[in-house]
């Protein structure tokens, strides 16, 4: 099977500060990978489809200036919350999904961010 | 755009009994669709999904589920459930190379 990596699987930090969160395909090449939201007792949202080598698509609703994606390679995308809030805490999930047809997409552990 | 309903928030069965949890969708042409489990605090894992031919689909822990065109319909069925099927249950819908759209999720929980 394929695996994505997730890190960190948790992380604390204070607010106005900056948090990068990696996600890595580690046995196959994605060159798209997508970004959820998840809160608490409730379902996935998308957050932006990350595409390699350009800039990500965000949905709508999404300050894309507060959640930095970059998608540098073909096996990594990171997520950087930016001058984070208290609001900000939830749990992020990245997923990537191999190239060609008829392919599903492969999930990450999940970051639980908390702001404090 | 692609849509999932899932009408069942949280659902209780007994250990062994059997279990559906229902699943929705709207989507323009044939979907990609999907089950994931969640437990809290983890992520997701695939259970089976269904692409195209055959629309009984099985997938892994003991799990099916039947692709209806005409219901627009994906429900997930287990025979006889077991304590660890405890979970979050996620049904999803995607097109081909592109993001999916999840349901709301059923919560289910196993009496014993």
């Known amino acids: 099977g394929a695996v994505v990596s997730q890190h960190p699987s948790w992380v604390i930090c204070k607010s106005g500060t900056s948090v990068k969160i990696e996600c890595r395909s580690l046995?196959?090449?994605?060159?798209?990978m997508f970004w959820y939201r998840q809160f608490p007792k409730q379902s996935l949202m998308l957050m932006a489809t990350?595409?390699?080598?350009?800039?990500?698509?965000?949905e709508q609703g999404v300050e894309k200036d507060k959640f930095l994606i970059n998608h540098a390679s073909l096996t990594l995308s990171t997520l950087t919350v930016t001058s984070a809030h208290p609001e900000d805490s939830s749990f992020y999930i990245c997923s990537a999904r191999k190239t060609g047809p008829n392919t599903e997409a492969f999930f990450g552990q999940g970051t639980r961010l908390t702001v404090v | 755009a692609q849509s999932v309903t899932q009408p069942d928030i949280h659902i209780t069965v007994s250990e062994g009994a059997s279990l559906e949890l229902r699943c929705n969708y709207s989507y323009g042409a044939t979907p990609y669709l999907f089950w994931y489990v969640q437990s809290p605090g983890q992520g997701l894992q695939l259970l089976l999904k269904y692409f195209s031919g055959d629309t009984l689909v099985q997938g892994i822990k003991g799990f099916e589920a039947e692709f209806k065109r005409s219901q627009s319909s994906f429900n997930l069925r287990k025979p006889s459930v077991h304590w660890s099927d405890a979970a979050e249950y996620f049904c999803a819908v995607g097109a081909r190379n592109n993001d999916m759209r999840f349901g709301a999720g059923t919560r289910l929980t196993v009496k014993p």
């Open positions: 046995d196959f090449q994605a060159t798209t």
């Open positions: 990350s595409n390699e080598g350009s800039k990500a698509t965000y």
